[in-house]
């Protein structure tokens, strides 16, 4: 993937500037978009390509565009679940795997750690796209869910550039970090559900004691 995305990014080298933005912001879209899109290493790559600091050569055609790309779509998620929210939850079969309780503790969640939920689901592969789509569906207000949105591409994605142009073209490194952000943020899953479904005991046996009380 990492030899892939280089080999692209070089044949783009020779390509007007505004071209080779246009390019970033898309990858930037798709990353949002379509969780198996390797947006990421494109990013990572593209900054040890244009290399030069934080406002170094790729600074406006790496960075900014990713990040613009990267955040409308991902604003633009939250728009699709707001829009079509009520629509998918009046499915019966959604009812059933989401009933009208649960909606609510999602919603409860989302109006007190919105922010900090948007935040960490961007670290975590494949939780971004879902996360936004339920801010929409359980209408989160939008002066919380987009600060929070901008906020959460513009650090994510330029620790990603700052880290490319730290490590240019050294392909160890970057496979290297590329297989321990992978073990973190699959461990940091594995402990998010266990911790959710010890809290979801936790409060069941509390039911319980209580009934039989």
Not at 4 to 27: K, T, Y
Not at 78 to 87: A, S, Y
């Amino acid at each position: 993937m990492i030899d892939w995305a280089h080999r692209m990014l070089e044949g783009i080298q020779s390509l007007p500037l505004w071209n080779i933005a246009l390019f970033f912001s898309v990858c930037g879209m798709l990353q949002a978009l379509i969780p198996v899109f390797p947006g990421d290493i494109v990013l990572l790559i593209g900054a040890g390509v244009w290399t030069g600091g934080l406002m170094g050569s790729g600074f406006w055609p790496v960075l900014v565009s990713y990040w613009l790309g990267t955040t409308a779509a991902s604003l633009a998620l939250t728009e699709v679940g707001r829009l079509f929210g009520d629509h998918l939850l009046s499915k019966p079969w959604l009812r059933r795997l989401f009933p009208a309780a649960r909606q609510e503790q999602a919603a409860r969640w989302l109006e007190k750690r919105g922010a900090p939920t948007i935040f960490a689901a961007k670290f975590i592969l494949g939780m971004n796209l879902p996360i936004l789509f339920l801010c929409g569906i359980m209408e989160m207000p939008r002066r919380k869910a987009y600060p929070a949105v901008i906020l959460t591409t513009a650090v994510h994605n330029t620790l990603f550039y700052v880290l490319g142009s730290v490590v240019g073209l050294n392909w160890d490194s970057v496979r290297g970090f590329l297989a321990e952000y992978e073990l973190i943020a699959a461990l940091l899953v594995v402990l998010g559900v266990s911790l959710a479904v010890w809290v979801r005991v936790r409060i069941s046996s509390a039911h319980r004691k209580d009934r039989d009380g």
